[in-house]
């Protein structure tokens, strides 16, 4: 699977958007993006995924650049609630026995 | 939605006992579930694959005559902890992959903490 790089930590004010970056410069033609997060002390916590398109869904949008070689995950409206970490992971899609190896992440801090 | 259901939450052992984990996929069948196990302030570390029918794919440096892993059913997979020590004391998560318009998604337990005295 392809490597990913995110920021460390970043930080958002209540009621904001949070975008969060990743870079997937690696990535194969058949490669999913996905991104899932980890509130403290609780299981991961799957947001959403991509192949191409841009997508959306009750939680959150994903911008996938044309090339593919990055994406951006963007929360509206950012909660208290969000604070978490969130991890981006690309990995082939239809292969339901293919492991998803979880690198560091990025570390959001939603303030009031 | 989909949901993964683990248990027990916590526990807490002696040093030398062994403990079960399981991990139950209830409204959907998974012919492959993940163990995880993480450290404070660590990320994830996949432990094993775990396929229905079969023995188990162990990461390297993960000893498989520890970490007993067996996944019977569709619909569950247990990781038992033998002969446990201090250092065994982590938080183990499973998940279990189903298939969304192509690509395979997790969906996670909430994660078992394991506390060895």
């Known amino acids: 699977d392809a490597k990913t790089t995110q920021p460390t930590s970043m930080d958002c004010a209540e009621g904001r958007a949070a975008n969060l970056p990743c870079n997937h410069s690696?990535?194969?033609?058949?490669?999913?993006v996905y991104w899932y997060r980890q509130i403290h002390s609780q299981g991961p916590q799957y947001i959403i995924h991509?192949?191409?398109n841009n997508e959306t869904n009750e939680m959150a949008s994903l911008i996938i650049t044309e090339d593919r070689k990055s994406s951006t995950l963007i929360l509206p409206h950012a909660t208290l609630r969000d604070t978490a970490v969130y991890y981006c992971i690309v990995r082939v899609g239809n292969t339901g026995f293919q492991k998803l190896v979880f690198g560091t992440g990025t570390r959001l801090l939603v303030s009031p | 939605g989909a949901v993964v259901s683990q248990h027990p939450s916590w526990v807490i052992c002696k040093s030398g006992t062994s403990v079960k984990i399981e991990c139950r996929s209830l409204?959907?069948?998974?012919?492959?579930m993940f163990w995880y196990r993480q450290f404070p302030k660590q990320s994830l570390m996949l432990m094993a694959t775990?396929?229905?029918?079969?023995?188990?794919?162990?990461e390297q440096g993960v000893e498989k005559d520890k970490f007993l892993i067996n996944h019977a059913s569709l619909t569950l997979s247990t990781l038992t902890v033998t002969s446990a020590h201090p250092e065994d004391s982590s938080f183990y998560i499973c998940?279990?992959?189903?298939?969304?318009?192509?690509?395979?998604?997790?969906?996670f337990g909430a994660g078992s903490r394991l506390t060895v005295l």
């Open positions: 690696t990535i194969s033609g058949n490669e999913y």
């Open positions: 775990s396929n229905e029918g079969s023995k188990a794919t162990y």
């Open positions: 409204d959907f069948q998974a012919t492959t």
């Open positions: 998940s279990a992959s189903r298939s969304i318009s192509g690509a395979n998604v997790l969906t």
């Open positions: 991509g192949l191409k």
